[in-house]
């Protein structure tokens, strides 16, 4: 056998897997505007407080831009640089905008958004809920969720789900240092979806954790039936707490 004959000891084989990504590696979220429709509500005040402290310029709407900065300037947000606007003003302003509005109003307000909102990341936290003698109770949107219903009436931006289980009264208490919560992220794009779990990581005890598309928003939303239950029978905060991750 010649040199030529010999097997070529160097030979590639296959080319060797790259290590997993560590799914905790996120963005750096630091520099966007947040803007938040329904900002008024105590839900929405909660979040411009907590991403505020977070050191984010945050903006709120409202379909009066009058009535939102008096909310701007109202005990709990005065002084910390929220600012408030009209919901196309909100829009525009922001790099990432997270829907906080009334189930009722959600549908209208997205639509007449539509051309404010292209191209912008969008975050819908609203929870369609009934309620009767029994409590409360999820409701089934047409599009399968609330989400999905955005995702949907938004054809040129990019809708995930997240910050639904959080308790307004803790977010609104200034006397409140940490929330220990996770906040499950849902959305086609998984670079959107780390987007959002930086944020949520940025309030202190907070996680952002990736639990699926937008298909799978429904549950989620009506969680939070189960979690009024919860609170009302044991007078509490309930939120979600995820294990093994």
């Known amino acids: 056998m010649t ?6 000891d160097a030979a590639p084989g296959p080319a060797a897997k790259k290590p997993a990504r560590d799914p905790w ?30 050191g984010h310029r945050v903006v709120i709407g409202s379909r009066s831009a009058e009535r939102a900065r008096e909310v701007a300037a109202d005990d709990l947000l005065s002084g910390t640089g929220v600012e408030g606007d009209d919901n196309a003003g ?23 958004l539509r051309e404010e909102l292209a191209g912008k990341l969008v975050v819908d936290c609203v929870n369609p809920l ?29 809708v995930t789900a997240a910050f639904h289980h959080l308790s307004a009264v803790l977010l609104c208490d200034p006397e409140v240092a940490e929330i220990p919560i996770d906040v499950m992220v849902l959305g086609e794009s998984r670079a959107d979806c ?5 944020l949520a990581s940025r309030i202190p005890g907070m996680r952002g954790i990736f639990a699926g598309r937008l ?14 239950s919860v609170n009302r029978r044991y007078r509490a905060h309930a939120g979600v707490r995820l294990t093994d991750v």
């Open 130 to 158: 009934g309620f009767d003698k029994k409590g409360a109770y999820p409701l089934r949107p047409e599009e399968g969720s609330a989400a999905e219903q955005a995702a949907a009436l938004l054809p040129d931006s990019r």
């Open 215 to 228: 298909r799978n928003a429904h549950q989620v939303e009506a969680l939070v039936a189960n979690l009024i």
């Open 194 to 198: 780390e987007i959002v779990q930086a």
């Open 90 to 112: 909100c829009a525009r302003r922001s790099d990432v905008v997270i829907v906080a509005v009334p189930w009722d109003g959600h549908a209208a307000t997205l639509t007449a």
């Open 3 to 8: 040199a030529n004959d010999a097997p070529n």
């Open 25 to 54: 590696d996120l963005p750096d979220v630091s520099d966007l505007t947040i803007g938040v429709l329904g900002g008024t509500g105590d839900q929405g005040r909660g979040l411009a407080y907590r991403f505020s402290r977070a």
